[in-house]
């Protein structure tokens, strides 16, 4: 039997996660989006490699973190369901793997922004077709499909705290609605009919997940903690 003090601790930790791991990710997005997307990427990159650097330690603190939430929530969700525990876990996984392949294809942006400032004007489109590939490869698994693995997990969490009644109910569903709405915004996004990438016009379909996950989650756990009555009915 889990005690009240190990809850409050889970209850600390997964409500300090949330927010360092937000913080984590929109501090590696403001240092490293305005350099790759520039249109003198290929110029700028490398002499800025520093500061992309610094953006992915951000993005790793936040792939990192997440797999921890899953990991703090599951010993409490696995007394519902070990299965649907099991299932949330493993979608915090598959995010976090696919941001850190997204990063990896930022930062060999660093090496070919090298190659190209040494080699000058020479075979310009070689370069840019290369530089184009890796923009779109890490975009499309640090933004878009990581949404996937994002909505599907938060859907599984939401519903298992709405089953559970770890929390009030109205925070639950909120959860449910913000996180399902991520699904169709990634899946579009995938056939390129909607951008949900950070300032595109999709991404105010993830304004109900961030205000879910940086203030009403963590307010609630800080405050008030999971409904410890619930868990032991389970």
């Known amino acids: 039997m889990i005690s009240t003090m190990s809850y409050r601790k889970t209850e600390i930790l997964v409500a300090s996660l949330w927010i360092v791991t937000a913080a984590g990710a929109i501090g590696g997005a403001i240092l490293i989006n305005p350099i790759i997307n520039a249109p003198n990427y290929l110029t700028i990159v490398f002499p ?12 790793m603190i936040n792939d990192i973190g997440i797999v921890f939430i899953g990991l703090l929530m599951f010993p409490i969700l696995k007394k519902q369901s070990e299965s649907m525990a099991l299932g949330y876990l493993s979608m915090r996984m598959f995010e976090s793997l696919l941001m850190i392949v997204g990063v990896f294809f930022a930062m060999l942006l660093i090496p070919l922004s090298r190659e190209f400032i040494q080699a000058g004007a020479a075979d310009i489109t070689s370069f840019q077709a290369i530089g184009s590939i890796l923009k779109q490869a890490e975009n499309w698994f640090l933004n878009i499909l990581q949404l996937v693995f994002l909505g599907l997990g938060g859907v599984i969490l939401t519903s298992m705290l709405y089953q559970m ?8 569903v909120f959860g449910i609605i913000g996180y399902a709405l991520l699904l169709p915004a990634a899946i579009i996004g995938l056939f390129g009919l909607l951008d ?3 300032g595109g016009p999709g991404s105010i379909l993830a304004v109900p997940v961030a205000i879910w996950e940086i203030i009403i989650m963590p307010v609630w756990l800080f405050t008030k903690g999971f409904n410890t009555a619930a868990i032991s009915a389970q």
Not at 49 to 59: A, D, N, R, V
Not at 165 to 172: A, E, M, Q, T
Request: glycine residues 8%.
């Open 48 to 59: 800025k490699s520093m500061t992309i650097t610094s953006g992915m330690l951000g993005w």
């Open 196 to 198: 949900p990438t950070p």
């Open 165 to 172: 009644r770890l929390v009030p109910r109205f925070i639950s």
